[in-house]
Structures are given as C-alpha cells and as structure tokens.
C-alpha cells in the first residue's frame, strides 16, 4: 500500500497554507487531502508530533491540525501502534507541555482545548495499563505554573467528559472501562488531585481569577464520584466560602458549592452536611435575617443592584435551591422509615430555609425567582403531606402564596406586540409560577380561594385606577382558579358552595364591573380567555349573556385595535357559542347582522387590509354556522339563512376562478388560488355545526351545499393552480360525505375523473383517502363506480410510482413511499369491506398485476408499514377466493407467491425483529399463513414440507413448524415465527 511508504520528515508548506480560513479554496481542498494523507498514513502522524514537540511552526491553526492529525491516531488507531511510537505520543505530549511552561503568552484557548482533548484521550487508552502516573507525571512537570495549571484543569475537564458525562453515550464496553478508570483513580490519585486543587485554589484565588474559576469548575465536576470527605471537610469549606465574597471567583465557588450539595448520600448524611454548611454561611453573613415592617428581609438580597449582584444572587438562588431540595428529599427518605426523631429535625431543617427562600422568591429579578422555584413546590409537597398544618406553616403558605400572585405581574418593560426572548423567558417563568398556584391549591384551596377572591375584589373596585398589570393580574388569577381547583366537565357552579359561590361572585363582577372597557390587550384577552373558561356560569345566570356578547362583537373583541387580540377572539368566541348556542336564540340574527362584514371574502387586491386573517373567519364562519344550525326556527328559516351566509362565497368564487386561467402572473394567480380555497374551506367549515341530532337533511340545508359542491367542482379542471385548487375541494368532498351523505354520490364519478388527469404523486396521495372513504361508507351502492374507476386509478399509481427521480431526492423517495402506502390502504379497504367483486371484474391480466404489486410490497420494500398492510390484504383475499369456490387460478398463486412471501420477506436482512413496527408485521405475516391453511388444509401441509426443505429448513423444524401451524391457538404461532426467523437469521 502506498500509505506504508515513510512520509518525508518536512510537511507539505503548501498545504499547510490551505489552513487559514482566508485561504484560495484550491489552497484549502489540499489541506483537506493532506489531513487524509496524513491521517490514513502509518507513520506520515510523526512528523506532526516532531512539530509539536519541537515547536516548529507558529501559526496557530498549524498547530491545532497537528493535534488533529495526533488525535485522530490515538483514537482510530492506538490499538495497532507499536511500544515506541505510544511511547513518542507520551513524549511528544510532555515535551509540548514543558514548552508551554516558559511561553510568555499562553497558547490561544483553542490550541489548549485541543491540546486537552488529545491528552485525555491519551489517559483513556493508557491510563490502566500504559501510563498509571499520568497525573503524577504532569503534576511534577507543571508544579503551580500558571501555564501548565492551566493545561492540566482543562485536561481535567476533558476527562470528565470522555470518562464521567452521563450525556454522552458509550458503548457497553467504554461504559466498563470508564468505571474501571474511576475505581482505579479513586484508589491511586484522587488524593493527590484534591491537594492538588487545595494548592491551586490557595495559590491563585487573590492573583488570577481565571485559573481559580476553572480549579473550581473542576471540583464540581470530579465531586459526584470523588470521596467527599475529601472535599467537604474544614480547610475545604472554608477556603470555599472564602471565594464566595470575592467577585470574580463567588459565582463559581456557589456553583461548586452547589454541586457538592447535590451529590448522592444517605439522608442522615445529607442532612447534616447541608445543615453543616448553611451553618457557616450564616456565620459568614450570607442568611443574616432581619424582621422589618413585618417583611422578611436579608442582608444579602437588600444590596443588591448592579448586574455582577444580580448574576451572583441567581447563583446563590440556585444553591439555596439545592440545599433545600435536598433536605426535602431526606424528608422524604426518612419519614418512611421509623425514626421519627431524625425526620422531625430533618423538617425543622426544611422549615429553617422557608425565610431565606420566600426572600428568593419576591426578588424583583425573575431569574433569581425561577431559581428557588423547585424547592418552594417541593417545600408544599410536604405540607400536603402532613396530617395537619401549625400556624407557622399556615403563614408560610399565605406567605408563598402573596409572592406567586406578585410576581406573576407583567413588569412595564413587556412587550405586547412584538414578543422576543426576554417575553418568551417571562411566560416560562409564569409556567413555573402556575405549577406552584396548583400546588397551593391541593394544600389549602380554601386559603387560595380567599386570597384571590380578596385581591379581585379589591382590583376591580378600583379598576379605573389601577396599572394595567394589576387588573390583568387579577383576572388571570381567576382564571387560574379554573385549573387549580379543578371540576369535572368544567362544571364549577355546582357542588361545593363555598367555591361555587365565590367563583360565581367573581365571574358576577367581572362581567359587571366594566373591566372590559379597560384599554390595555393584556387585560382584554384575559377578560375573553376568563369569560370562556367559565362559560358555564352563563347557564346559572343568563342575564349576563347580552352585555358579554356586546363584548366580544364590538371594539373590545372583534374589532379591537390589536391583530392579536382580533384574532384570537374569533376562536374565544366560537368556544362561547358552541357552549352556550341553546341560549342564543334571541340573538342569532343580531349576531348574523353584526359579524357579516367579516364573513366576506377579502378581495385578493393589493393593499386590502381585512380584519381578520383567513384562518381567524374559519372560526367566525362555524360560529355563524352553529347559530344557524341550532336556533330553534323553522327548517327553511334555517336554509334561508345558511344561504345568505354561503351564496356571496359562492359568487365570489365563481367570478374569481372566471379571472384564474386568464391571469399570466403566477404570483398574482397563487393570490387568486388562495383566495378560491379560502372560500372553498369556509363553506367547508360551517357545515361543522351539523350533528346527529341536527342533520343537513332536518335544517333543510341540503339544497345549498349541493349548489356549493355544484359552484366548486369546476375547479377541478382549471388548468392553472391545480395542487391547492384540487386540495380545497377534495377536502370539501370529504366533507359533504359525510354531512350530504348519498346525495353526494352523482358528483363522485366527474370528480374523480378530473382528479386523476396529470396528477403528482401528492395529488393521488390525498386522491385515495377520499376514495377510501367513500368506499367504506357507502360499499355496495358504489360498487359499479370502483369497478369502473378502479384500474385508471391504479394505472396512474403505477404512472407516477414508475417515473424516474434523481438517486438522492430524498423529498421524492418519501412522497413514493407515501403514495405506496396510500395504494396498499386502498386496496385493504376494499377488501375489507366485504366488496372483492371491484376487483374480481377486472380482467385477469389486471387482476395478476395488483395482486404481484401487493406481493412485492410484502417483500421488496422496507417499510414496515406498507409490509404490514400488505399481508393484511393477503390474508383476506386467502379468506375471500382460498377457498374450493373462490377466484380460478387463485389457489395456485397461494402457493406461487403468497406462501413463499410469508417466508422470504421475514428473512430479509432489512425485516428488523427489534423493531415493533416489525413485530406487528410478522404478525400479520403469520395470520397470512393460518389463514391459508384454514382455507387449503392438508394441501398447504403437504405443499410446506415439499417446500421449506428448499430454504434449508431441515426435515424436523418443518415437521415442527407445520404441526404448530395446524394447532388451533393463533398465539402459539406467532410466538413460534418469531422464534423461527430468528434462528434463522443468525
């Protein structure tokens, strides 16, 4: 081979240009082809070592594809290297760090990451056998030099992530060998590491700040597998919470910290190491606590102001978090066991950080909020779990509870029309919030109900006169209520008294109060959210139904200055009617009137600003539609009005498909194609209100969606725009089969037809649901129309199945396939539905050709789905024509071709029995075989052992496999396939 070959000692200049970024890209592809070169090379690896240890270049990226070149060795090809050159990589490595001892600059981050990666790297494959001194090597080249300390944390950190991350995957065998290496560095090193640390830490904590932060980040990762006796000990600690009142090193020394209270321990341990060490923080001042004006305040949290306090504090929120959490999990451990004295004061451990954590919570700073969120839900989980609350319990969930509802306020920094990343954290934020509102509700939802009752009752008195985050508060609290005390079926009015009638009140004065006038979004949709998530209450007090309507129809909801608030009123308001139509009688054609002008179809001009988007008058369409449908008027009052509703789409839509085929501009005719399918899909929508008991039959309707199904189906032969035009009425179809029921059979045949011209393989794809569909539904009544459509629509499967597509078009392989499953769907509809004569007239040439299509479905492509529907098929045809009067001929395709499938498909290297998809496959497959030896009996049994000896099947597992097969118990046989196939594919 000619990569044996020696490479010279000098490496290609030229190639070694390619390196810089700003380099020529011819420049660059021979930097590429020399990395491969030298990468694939045996030996050709050694002269960037030579390099590395001599210091041969300076370039920076010269240096990083050396160390490239130098890992990819050891990782690729360690195993094979001989003794001397493992021992020139130690060396080279080594050399490579005793220069960077007297380097005035340090090398460039980059350069050291790399340079770290590769030395770990190096200690993973040799560590255990090879280089056992690997630490104690580096430690007495690199003493306390700033520079080699620097290599040897980053190294560190490097082997933390090769050896300890429990994101990244390993195989079983690097998982075995990862946990050799901690066992074997607990027992020889770790020691020295840690006083390494110690050294370190003390060395440069006043000095060089930076060094310090990595020794620390260091020590919170090493902490979750190390003895932390090691660590948490005095002269540890307290050089620790020293670090905590320097500014550059406290944020790292909270987060070590943090760590080192999150390791796994025994719950009596873990007590008393977090009590330990909450004991000297509060020595050094980090808990003072003073009680001022009734509010809990700490000498910490007051100071705060500048952004380095606040970045700190969000740390420090998140060791309080996890000391708290902790002592909660003890709790937790303890309570179950029979020590009652150790659980109590684990408890009163718990209650000891409730101060300093509700101080958390209220901080002004969300992040710092957010951070002791998880300690104050788990802190409520124990409440719920106590027999019986004392006073100062009670006190710490009023206490918890008055800072939820405070801080979630929106701040006036928010903004409401154009919401980016610091809007998107603010609603996480609220999520976390909820969760804890929902936790005080199953401790005390007596105590949450009074609490929100009084905050409500106090805003909307004042509501004139009070910030828009207040009003919105307040409202938004009711509406959690909705959740937090949850009823069934969203009956919240009746039960309970004491709730029913504070919710009733609050709904009472919201609706009352004038509120809705208030001039802000934010409490305009809640007001619209809170008013539909108790539309209930409208069914216990009625009165309040016109003033609410008025609402939702006039500037405060439909047409309200804000897109947002418009749009998401339509869908509010849609949810209102549905709940509440029975009551809507009296209105129905006041609302009618009022919303008409947004039941237009907005003209696809230029510059037309509607009020609504398209998909905003899809609610306000079905709204209309349920008013229709459910009034109480007589049958023609209803179709008159239904009319009057979809005749004005239908003349739009006439006069626009007019324009379509003449209009030249292809973005101007996309415009119109919308516009058409806009109309399409509202008439669509409206026929929703119907139902079972309420039938387009019983409203007299049926005239007026024939006339629509009559106005659209044209659209099928436009010659322009034929995917979306298709799409919108296709979807119509589906609609009037089922709500027109056979009155729409007349219109099926056309449509079809015109469906099936020039179609793409998206067009059948959605083309066969509907067929499908009718099929299912109507069955025999549609026979003479499958029979008749039945081959031009396989035709034009196998049409556009059959042509060509580039190799790596994956876009199209998917839409094959689809359409592949589509086809095969089909097909088991019709077999299903008990109408095998659709394919039983067609000629016998055809009928061979279907049926080869579902045999190589079976076998030839893997994909199990289509896999599994293709035996399906099969196993129902063996039903329908395997027997002594099915289809002539069929019998002997049995045993040609559905018998050998059920065996050469399973064998097929892609059939993954590890997959379930395949599992049901299988199944399928094996309900194929019972079935035709249900139908052929003897025969089949005969046939198999005649042919699995050609698979090399030897005579006792036939003898076997048939005698299974003639067991009446289906199971047996599958489990026995199973074990059959994967036998044989070992």
């Keep these: ?144 030099n700033s520079n080699g300390v620097d290599i040897y944390l980053r190294t560190l950190m490097a082997i933390d992530a090769e050896v300890v991350d429990r994101d990244i995957l390993h195989s079983p065998e690097e998982t075995r060998r990862n946990i050799l290496i901690k066992d074997t560095m607990r027992e020889q090193c770790i020691p020295a590491l840690v006083e390494s640390w110690f050294q370190i830490l003390q060395t440069y904590q006043h000095t060089h700040s930076e060094l310090t932060c990595q020794c620390l980040e260091v020590v919170g990762a090493y902490v979750s597998w190390i003895d932390l006796n090691l660590i948490a000990n005095d002269r540890f600690v307290n050089l620790l919470l020293s670090h905590m009142s320097i500014e550059e090193l406290r944020e790292e020394a909270c987060d070590c910290l943090f760590e080192i209270v999150n390791k796994g321990m025994e719950p009596v341990d873990k007590t008393k190491l977090v009590e330990t060490l909450c004991q000297v923080l509060q020595s050094a001042g980090f808990f003072n606590i003073e009680q001022t004006d009734s509010l809990v305040f700490g000498f910490l949290i007051c100071h705060v102001h500048q952004e380095e306090d606040v970045d700190f504090l969000a740390k420090f929120s998140r060791l309080v978090n996890g000391m708290g959490q902790s002592l909660v999990l003890s709790w937790t451990k303890l309570s179950k066991m029979v020590d009652v004295k150790v659980s109590v004061e684990t408890l009163r451990a718990v209650e000891g950080k409730v101060p300093l954590m509700l101080q958390l919570l209220i901080h002004e700073d969300d992040d710092i909020s957010a951070n002791i969120v998880g300690f104050c839900y788990d802190y409520l989980l124990v409440l719920k779990q106590l027999p019986a609350l004392s006073e100062q319990q009670k006190t710490n969930v009023e206490a918890i509870m008055l800072a939820v509802m405070n801080k979630l306020k929106y701040d006036d920094e928010y903004n409401f029309e154009n919401e980016g990343e610091d809007e998107a954290m603010f609603v996480e934020y609220r999520k976390q919030l909820k969760m804890l509102l929902d936790r005080l509700a199953q401790v005390s939802p007596e105590l949450l109900l009074e609490a929100v009752h009084r905050v409500f009752n106090a805003t909307m008195q004042n509501w004139q006169t009070v910030q828009f985050m207040e009003v919105e508060v307040a409202i938004r609290l009711l509406y959690m209520l909705g959740e937090a005390l949850p009823a069934s079926h969203g009956a919240h009015f009746s039960g309970d008294t004491t709730k029913t009638s504070t919710l009733q009140s609050m709904m009472r004065t919201l609706v009352s109060c004038g509120v ?177 008991k309420q039938t387009v039959k019983q409203c007299g309707c049926s005239e007026v969606y024939l006339d629509c199904l009559q106005t659209f189906l044209p659209a099928l032969s436009c010659p322009v725009q034929r995917g979306p035009l298709r799409s919108a009425v296709r979807s119509f179809l589906h609609r009037m089969i089922i709500c ?247």
């Design 740 to 986: 027109l029921e056979e009155e729409v059979l007349p219109f099926i045949p056309a449509a079809s037809q015109h469906m099936l011209k020039d179609c793409e393989p998206r067009d059948l794809q959605e083309f066969i649901p509907l067929i499908s569909q009718i099929t299912a539904k109507f069955k025999n009544q549609v026979s003479p129309f499958l029979q008749e459509i039945f081959m031009p629509l396989v035709m034009a499967i196998f049409e556009v199945l059959s042509r060509p597509a580039e190799e790596n078009d994956q876009t199209a392989a998917l839409e094959k396939q689809m359409l592949r499953r589509s086809y095969f769907s089909f097909i088991q509809t019709i077999a299903s539905s008990g109408m095998n004569e659709v394919m039983a007239s067609q000629e016998a040439e055809n009928i061979e050709r279907v049926l080869f299509t579902i045999i190589q479905g079976a076998v030839d492509f893997p994909d199990p789905v289509a896999q599994k529907t293709c035996f399906i098929i099969l196993s129902r045809l063996v039903e329908l024509w395997g027997g002594k009067d099915g289809l002539v001929g069929f019998p002997d395709f049995i045993y040609k071709h559905i018998v050998p499938a059920c065996f050469m498909a399973p064998l097929k290297p892609t059939f993954d029995l590890s997959d379930a998809q395949t599992v049901l496959t299988l199944s399928e497959c094996t309900l194929t075989l019972h079935m035709i030896h249900l139908k052929r009996g003897l025969e089949c049994i005969q046939f198999l052992q005649e042919y699995l000896p050609s698979l090399q099947v030897s005579p006792e597992i036939t003898q076997e496999l048939c005698q299974v097969l003639q067991q009446p118990d289906v199971k047996v046989l599958k489990n026995y396939m199973k074990v059959f196939f994967q036998q044989a594919k070992l």
């Design 516 to 692: 809705s006038e208030y001039q802000h979004s934010s409490v305009t949709l809640e007001f619209f959210e809170t008013v539909v998530r108790y539309d209930k209450f409208f069914l216990v007090e009625p009165q309040h139904i016109p003033s609410v309507l008025m609402a939702f129809l006039d500037h405060r909801g439909l047409r309200h200055s804000s897109p947002k608030v418009r749009s998401r009123v339509a869908y509010l308001f849609s949810r209102f009617i549905k709940t509440l139509h029975k009551h809507m009688n009296a209105f129905i054609e006041d609302i009618l009137s009022r919303i008409q002008d947004l039941l237009e179809l907005a003209p696809p001009e230029n510059g037309f600003l509607a009020l609504l988007s398209s998909d905003d008058q899809l609610f306000v369409f079905e709204t209309a539609g349920v008013l229709i449908v459910n009034g109480e008027s007589p049958a023609e009052r209803k179709q008159a009005l239904m009319r009057s509703l979809l005749t004005p789409l239908m003349e739009a839509f006439h006069m626009l498909l007019a324009k379509l085929p003449q209009e030249a501009d292809e973005e101007r005719q996309a415009v119109l194609a919308d516009c058409l399918s806009h109309a399409v899909g509202f008439a669509s929508r409206t026929s929703k209100a119907f139902s079972n």
């Design 1 to 144: 081979m000619a990569c044996e070959s020696a490479l010279p000692a000098i490496m290609d200049e030229q190639a070694l240009m390619g390196l810089n970024p700003n380099a020529d890209a011819c420049y660059r592809q021979r930097a590429l082809a020399y990395f491969e070169q030298l990468k694939e090379s045996l030996d050709g690896w050694e002269v960037c070592a030579e390099a590395l240890a001599k210091g041969f270049y300076s370039d920076d990226h010269v240096k990083f594809f050396c160390f490239q070149v130098l890992e990819h060795q050891i990782k690729f090809r360690h195993g094979s290297l001989t003794a001397a050159q493992q021992q020139l990589i130690r060396e080279t490595l080594m050399k490579w760090l005793q220069a960077q001892l007297m380097n005035v600059h340090p090398e460039k981050p980059f350069i050291r990451n790399k340079a770290a990666q590769v030395l770990a790297l190096t200690f993973v494959m040799e560590f255990l056998t090879l280089w056992p001194k690997f630490f104690f090597d580096i430690l007495n080249l690199v003493g306390l």
